[in-house]
């Protein structure tokens, strides 16, 4: 379907033959081509340069584009291109104020509720994404999966690290509790690797105190799959397609924070299906999804941080996923080991409420 403001590609014209558009040169092409057959030679440039035609690789189901549908108008030899617009920004809130050490990026914009995209946090300068509230799906119908069922909860409006933290802001943490003659954590697993790659193999504790110290939180897992499925509860960060990677990639791929520009949700944070597994703030029960599920049935949840109870004492939620892209995948993890995989990022919760901002009041009432 054209999409309004795109541009109309023209149908494409029939190209002259290869033999006919270098009958005139071939003299020229012989000796810069000796031994080829003019027939896989044509000039391409209007300097009368040619190049060799070399035969087309076979075709893979996964490379065809075809069009099923489509808008009157508009046939299978035009393509119709779509111009994706600057997001609209709105006048700020006058009574949303952040809390001292973080600043707001203006050239970002605001939110329709009137809350900037992009703020900073002023000690390591770490940039965080908005992540809009109101209702939330997570989980999902397919009963195969731990992360089954799935569950709406209502969520207040929280900002979200766009990356996950570095080895060279672990490091930098490290050399201030040593200057401040405090307990210095042990150093990511993959120090060696480089200051961009994500600190892997820090246990929760060091997590915990990394992102208190800045004035934020761990994420809850369901402020986590907000932010990886936003607010229309894709499957993936990038929607419910297949995905498209520039260079090779499996789930368990680890690469410097942002490596992916696809693995990208509608808020601009990277990286939750992809790179380092991550640790949540909740404690980790099997069950949590369908017991939450049976409390949301009878009763809005609002800011779902967990279950209260477990017996697994010493386990933390980690999501993110080894084996595929799901956004609701999620399992348990010792919060005292040092998982070579496991990484973290931050979260800071507005003093605004959800229920306060005009374009979620109807989303509160319905659900």
Known sequence: MQAPGAAKASPVQPQPQAKKAVSKKSTATKELFPGESPSDIFVAASNGLPMTVEPAPERRREDVLQVQVGSAGIGANQ??????????????????????????????GYSEDGLPRRIKCDKDDSIMALISGGVALVGTDDASAEGSPQWPVFLDPFYMDI????????????????????????????????????????????????????????????????????????????????????????????????????????????????????????????????????????????????PKKTDKLNQRVVKGSATDWWAWSREGADMSARHPDIGFRGVLRTPLSAADAPTTKSTKKAG
């Open 163 to 306: 990356t996950e933290v570095t080895v060279a802001g672990f490091k930098k943490f490290q050399e201030e509790q040593r200057e401040q003659k405090k307990r210095v954590p042990l150093p990511p697993l993959n120090e060696a690797s480089g200051g961009q790659y994500p600190a892997l193999g820090i246990t929760w504790g060091d997590a915990h105190a990394y992102v208190q110290r800045l004035g934020k939180e761990l994420p809850t897992e369901v402020e986590f799959e907000k932010a990886a499925r936003g607010p229309d509860g894709f499957r993936t960060p990038w929607g419910n397609g297949r995905e498209v990677w520039a260079t090779p990639r499996s789930p368990s791929t680890i690469a410097p924070v942002g490596s992916y520009p696809t693995d990208q949700s509608i808020y601009g944070v990277f990286d939750l299906a992809g790179n380092a597994r991550e640790w949540t703030s909740d404690w980790y029960d099997p069950k949590a999804y369908e017991d939450a599920a049976q409390q949301a049935a009878s009763r809005p949840l609002r800011n779902w941080t967990g």
């Open 79 to 108: 393509l119709a291109v779509a111009v994706a617009a600057a997001p609209t920004s709105f006048p700020p809130r006058e009574d949303f104020k952040l809390p001292s050490g973080f600043s707001v990026l203006k050239n970002y």
